[in-house]
């Protein structure tokens, strides 16, 4: 087709070099995942001569993916269209990107005035086992200005004072306040993981600090209390790093301030129908929800945080059990080995259990006859069992919550929303630098 083959030449000319036809019509572009914002908005610049247009309607999201598409009009490329994929194969590692955000970092505090070109990244105080030259080498567009965002927002706030900025693969103090975190929440008996104490991805540590004995604190409350003191002071600061696109905003948790009171609005067992989704969802402050689904086929499901708070969030099954027993009395959730001994067993019989339990708590369910909604489970064929797992736990979680207290289901969501956001009652200080 000659338009698509002056399409690709048009695409050669700013840059391009892999691609992919998914159509007659449409074209994939590969750039490294980081740069998928950019390289778009490069694209509807340089070809708006062409009338290239973003189109994130249903059917642009439909055919390019989360970003949608580039389309064209009143050109001889009308009716075709670009869509930007991930090329995954030149992304820094998560190591190598925090380590380029220190570097970046340190840049900026050792010259306000930096270009942060590679001159400028000469002898700086950066414990790393990657080299900024390396790092520059293989480094795409987004994660350099990611960096480069990152650096000048934390100089606006921290850029007086005189830092170390350390990641874990070659600080001593990162490792040494690691374990020392590790142990003391065994000894407390959480069963948590590091970053559900403190996230931070680098720690900035005054010199006087590097050498900090951490096997003084006897409680994790110790440490955390140490870390507040010296978070106030401006002598340790732990930092949680997201890739950020356009601009870089910080804030403070565990640090004097909470989270806005959860105030319970409503649940439901999927937002379509019980028989097409695998989820189901309680709803609080108006607009903010919790998500409970299996992330993996026929994993036990974790809740997913949607709101202000923790966007993105994530709370384990464990971590889910635990805090559902705390919060309402009686409260389980079968695991999902048991669940699917318990369907292969009888698959016909479990279904219609599902179907009876369903309909007590969804008035949808109620409308459907029973031998309906059996089939749209058993058509699920190769998703069955998935379904099954996923769909039985959020139902066990609903049927739960819609017994309870208003109080004791506003009780788990906090809970939740604390896990997910590192805001336990065991969590310390940190700073997160990400997306507004």
């Not at 906090?414 to 956001?421: Q, T, V």
Request: hydrophobic share 35%.
């Amino acid at each position: 087709m000659a338009a698509m083959d002056d399409l690709k030449k048009e695409l050669g000319k700013l840059g391009f070099v892999k691609f992919e036809d998914n159509t007659k019509f449409r074209v994939f572009v590969y750039v490294p995942k980081s740069d998928r914002v950019q390289e778009l908005e490069r694209i509807v610049k340089e070809l708006s001569k062409f009338g290239a247009q973003r189109d994130t309607s249903s059917a642009g999201l439909k055919a390019g993916g989360s970003l949608g598409v580039v389309s064209f009009t009143k050109s001889s490329f009308e009716g075709l269209q670009i869509a930007v994929k991930p090329d995954s194969s030149k992304d820094l590692t998560t190591d190598e990107q925090e380590s380029l955000a220190a570097y970046y970092i340190a840049a900026k505090m050792k010259n306000p005035n930096t270009d942060y070109s590679l001159d400028d990244f000469g002898a700086l105080p950066v414990e790393s086992k990657f080299t900024p030259t390396e790092l520059f080498m293989k480094a795409s567009k987004g994660w350099v200005k990611s960096s480069t965002l990152i650096g000048d927002r934390i100089y606006r706030t921290y850029g007086r004072f005189n830092f170390v900025i350390c990641q874990r693969s070659r600080s001593s103090f990162v490792k040494n306040i690691s374990d020392a975190a590790n142990a003391l929440l065994k000894k407390a008996g959480k069963n948590i993981g590091l970053d559900k104490w403190n996230p931070a991805d680098i720690w900035m540590v005054n010199p006087r600090m590097l050498s900090t004995d951490f096997s003084q604190f006897e409680s994790i409350h110790d440490l955390n209390s140490f870390l507040y003191d010296k978070f106030k002071e401006k002598m340790i600061i732990g930092v949680s790093l997201k890739q950020v696109s356009r601009v870089a905003k910080a804030e403070v948790y565990n640090f004097k301030s909470g989270h806005k009171p959860v105030v319970f609005n409503n649940l439901n067992l999927g937002k379509t129908s019980f028989t097409a989704s695998i989820d189901a969802f309680v709803n609080y402050n108006n607009g903010s929800s919790v998500v409970f689904r299996s992330f993996k086929p026929t994993a036990d499901i974790s809740g997913e945080i949607q709101g202000r708070y923790a966007q993105g969030g994530k709370v384990g099954f464990g971590a889910l059990r635990e805090i559902m027993a705390e919060c309402v009395t009686g409260a389980t959730i079968t695991k999902n080995t048991d669940i699917l001994s318990e369907f292969n067993r009888g698959q016909n019989a479990y279904v219609e259990k599902l179907y009876n339990r369903a309909k007590k708590i969804d008035n949808r369910v109620k409308s459907i006859k029973k031998e309906a909604f059996k089939k749209a489970i058993f058509d699920k064929k190769a998703k069955l069992e998935p379904y099954i797992v996923s769909k039985t736990q959020a139902l066990e979680v609903v049927e739960t919550l819609t017994k309870a207290k208003k109080s004791d289901v506003e009780c788990a969501v906090g809970k939740m929303i604390s896990y997910a956001s590192s805001s336990t009652d065991v969590s310390s200080v940190f700073v997160k630098v990400s997306n507004p």
